[in-house]
Structure formats: structure tokens, C-alpha cells
Nanobody, 115 residues
Framework: QVQLEESGGGLVQAGGSLRLSCAAS????????IGWYRQAPGKQRESVAT???????DYPDSVKGRFTISRDNAKNTVYLQMNSLKPEDTAVYYC?????????WGQGTQVTVSS
């Protein structure tokens, strides 16, 4: 079955960095686009980065220039490098893959940025 497992979250001061990982299994990783999303308390889940099969990336303006998504098809893993973190980046971060019109999510990893 499809499984996604996020790791790398934690507590960091504003201006710091974190690198999240999402380990995938149960599907052909290299044949699918992957996305990172986040959800802060009381807010809707939002996309923060996507990477295509070919490695093309996309970011919303809120994280552009600070976050970088990458993938290692040999390790079935997608990464999210987050730099210059801000308190408003505090959220649970999830990775997601869509396979045959079904979304699969990981359990999430908490990122907390203190001011």
C-alpha cells in the first residue's frame, strides 16, 4: 500500500533552517509528482512546494526563495529545505502524492518557529 512518512520537524528560532524528509513506498516513486503542504492551527491546508516527475518545481510567493524541494528517486525520498524560517511558518507539514485521482498523505511533522 502507499505509504508516506515525514520526518525532520522540530523547534527552531526565527531565521533558522530545517530539512524535512518524506520517505515513500508502495508505488513507483519516480513516476509521480510529489507535494509538500502545511496546516497551521485554525487555517486551511496549503501547498508550499511541488516537484514534477522531471524535477520542475513550484512554490507560492510566501515561501519562494526560502524553501527548496528536491527528490532522490534512488531513495524514494523527497526533501524540503527550509531556510530563513519565520514564526508564520509554524505548522504541521505533510507530503502528498496523487495516484489515479486519489490523494495519499503522510502523518505530518510539526515545525515550530519561535520569535
Amino acid at each position: 500500500q502507499v505509504q508516506l512518512e515525514e520526518s525532520g520537524g522540530g523547534l527552531v528560532q526565527a531565521g533558522g533552517s530545517l530539512r524535512l524528509s518524506c520517505a515513500a513506498s508502495g508505488f513507483t516513486f519516480s513516476h509521480n509528482a510529489i507535494g509538500w503542504y502545511r496546516q497551521a492551527p485554525g487555517k486551511q491546508r496549503e501547498s508550499v512546494a511541488t516537484i514534477s516527475i522531471g524535477g520542475d518545481t513550484d512554490y507560492p510567493d510566501s515561501v519562494k526563495g526560502r524553501f527548496t524541494i528536491s527528490r532522490d528517486n534512488a531513495k524514494n525520498t523527497v526533501y524540503l529545505q527550509m531556510n530563513s524560517l519565520k514564526p508564520e511558518d509554524t505548522a504541521v507539514y505533510y507530503c502528498k502524492v496523487n495516484i489515479y485521482w486519489t490523494d495519499y498523505w503522510g502523518q505530518g511533522t510539526q515545525v515550530t518557529v519561535s520569535s
